[in-house]
């Protein structure tokens, strides 16, 4: 989920959270933080965009069902004997489906 966050905030935010939380809370006797504390920090420190990628990721079980059937391509070339060398983008038509299934997790 860190990685997932990582390329929606970018690394350095992300790491500059992780070290802030750590200095706040490293080192301490109780009362220990939990994951509340840790996803309240990444509110925080993010934009108004992305609280529901934040909920999304901790506070939800989010599962993908995605399909891809009666997928064509044409327009291709050999180049030697092992590689392909696909040609403009146009010629590759994906029929994707996706569903996209929420779990909410009750406190």
């Given at each position: 989920m860190l990685y997932a966050l990582k390329d929606y905030l970018g690394a350095d935010t992300?790491?500059?959270i992780l070290s802030e939380f750590i200095d706040e809370w490293g080192f301490q006797g109780p009362p220990y933080p939990t994951t509340r504390d840790l996803i309240t920090k990444f509110r925080d420190n993010a934009?108004?965009?992305f609280?529901?990628?934040i909920?999304?990721?901790f506070e939800k079980i989010i599962i993908f069902d995605l399909r891809s059937e009666d997928n064509t391509f044409r327009g291709y070339q050999m180049v030697g004997s092992k590689s392909l060398s696909i040609q403009p983008r146009q010629?590759?038509?994906p029929m994707v489906e996706g569903r996209k299934f929420k779990w909410i997790w009750m406190h």
């Open positions: 992300v790491n500059r934009d108004p965009q609280q529901s990628v909920t999304d990721l010629n590759l038509k």
